[in-house]
């Protein structure tokens, strides 16, 4: 695991717990509160992209409007699991590159180049 990736995050996550702790927010950040929040924001993300067909897509991420409102949308899942990491202590880097290795079981290339089924389903 590339050790330097840790920085950004960690950077990251400081900010968003000076930003937090000035507005007094610990008391409204337990896990169940953020899990909500990550869902929510996601579910926000996702609407944006209902009924749309990938041609539209496509030109709603060259918008400059729309793409700007998808980033920030985005930007808000990540602040929800970085708030959440910050305040309960996980290393996302370390749990990113885990999982992935657990992904790399489950997903070998040579059964899973070009497929999207489920790893029982391959």
Known sequence: MPSDYSTPIIEMKNYIKRHCEARDWDQYHNPKDLAIGIITESSELLELFRFRNEAEMDLMLKDDEKRG??????????FFTLRFAQLYDIDLTAEFYKKMKKNELHYPVEKAKGSNKKYDEI
């Not at 409102?69 to 990540?78: G, M, N, R, S």
């Open 69 to 78: 409102k998808i980033c920030e949308e985005l930007a808000d899942v990540l």
